[in-house]
């Protein structure tokens, strides 16, 4: 499974970014799609999580009512909307999939990861 993110960029707080996943595979029967995030000299964080079958849903605490996870099917797509940014969302941005269903948060919960896209929010 191939993963492809971008969508990165510098903007001011307070506003918005779209970042996107397109991925390889066609099919995600039983697939997570997450997003995490390292900021430098942090450990890689959990941001949020989709469920392909479903569309079962769960964020960190510091990105609920901000962000929101989605996915296009027909486009092998997740995305990642970002509202209300702020200072220390400022990361670079990874998506991820994990082929063992839904139940992990950590990043070595996840089987496959893209390259990051960096987003850098100034005050």
């Known amino acids: 499974v191939q993963l492809q993110a971008s969508g990165g960029g510098l903007v001011q707080a307070g506003g918005s970014l779209r970042l996107s996943c397109v991925t390889s595979?066609?099919?995600?029967?039983?697939?997570?799609m997450g997003w995490f995030r390292q900021a430098p000299e942090k450990e890689r964080e959990f941001v949020a999580a989709?469920?392909?079958?479903?569309?079962?849903?769960n964020y960190a605490d510091s990105v609920k009512g901000r962000f929101t996870i989605s996915r296009a099917d027909a486009k092998n797509t997740v995305y990642l909307q970002m509202n209300s940014l702020k200072p220390e969302d400022t990361a670079v941005y990874y998506c991820?999939?994990?082929?063992?269903?839904?139940?992990?948060?950590?990043?070595?919960?996840?089987?496959?990861w893209g390259q990051g896209t960096q987003v850098t929010v100034s005050s």
């Open positions: 989709i469920m392909w079958d479903d569309g079962l849903r």
């Open positions: 595979r066609r099919t995600f029967s039983n697939y997570v």
């Open positions: 991820a999939a994990r082929a063992r269903g839904w139940g992990a948060d950590a990043p070595n919960e996840y089987d496959y």
